[in-house]
């Protein structure tokens, strides 16, 4: 059993489209988070959930949209995708803010 | 100056040797540390928290200097499995579930 899982693993899409990422974490963890990584490997939060409710949302263009239907999953939409959008999105969870950190697979997105 | 920062390498070290890093933070009120490992193209896993006294897992050893800011790793007759990305992350110290990552110390066990 997959503790954090987000679909799909890979996502190639044109310029201007519209595309999700799914993410579902079966351990019962209050916080949600979604990271991107672009080419330089650096790890930086774009938003967290702490029982459905937005936590944080650092400077991201508001074509990002996430939606915690409950507390066991944390969608991405992303409107009008751009190149700059290319990266790999990691979905993560843990029990409380500030604790360890347990990531999904990644869900590597390249907009051409 | 970043908030996290680490040397970035590659380390280069000979099967069996050890390897140590730092990582040094600029928030004097974080209080949450730990290093997470990242293989190429899979996600981070948590490697051990640091706890201010110090601790050890197995091979390796981790250490906090609250006056330095920094956070070392220090990894023992390092194996060829070892070869991997070192992330050091912190917590923000006011800010709610911010934890910060460093971009990584790349790690390269040679035969």
């Known amino acids: 059993d997959t503790a954090v899982s987000q679909t799909p693993k890979y996502l190639v899409t044109q310029m201007g489209n519209d595309k999700s990422i799914k993410c579902e974490q079966n351990l019962g963890h209050d916080t949600m988070y979604w990271y991107k990584q672009d080419s330089k490997k650096f790890l930086k939060i774009m938003f967290s959930?702490?029982?459905?409710?937005?936590?944080i949302n650092e400077t991201v263009p508001n074509r990002f949209s996430p939606k915690s239907p409950d507390k066991a999953h944390l969608n991405l939409h992303i409107n009008s995708l751009e190149l700059g959008d290319s990266a790999v999105y990691f979905c993560?969870?843990?029990?409380?803010?500030?604790?360890?950190?347990?990531f999904g697979s990644g869900t590597q997105l390249s907009v051409l | 100056r970043k908030e996290v920062e680490q040397d970035p390498g590659p380390f280069n070290v000979p099967e069996g040797a050890t390897v140590a890093f730092n990582c040094t933070y600029s928030?004097?009120?974080?209080?949450?540390f730990f290093w997470y490992r990242q293989d190429c193209r899979k996600e981070p896993k948590l490697l051990m928290s640091v706890y201010s006294s110090g601790n050890e897992d197995g091979r390796f050893t981790a250490q906090l200097n609250r006056a330095s800011q920094y956070i070392s790793l220090l990894i023992r007759d390092s194996k060829l499995s070892d070869s991997a990305t070192y992330l050091c992350v912190v917590n923000k110290g006011d800010s709610w579930g911010k934890l910060q990552f460093g971009a990584g110390t790349q790690v390269v066990v040679t035969p």
């Open positions: 993560a969870s843990s029990p409380t803010e500030n604790e360890k950190l347990f």
């Open positions: 959930y702490n029982n459905k409710e937005l936590i």
């Open positions: 928030n004097s009120a974080s209080q949450s």
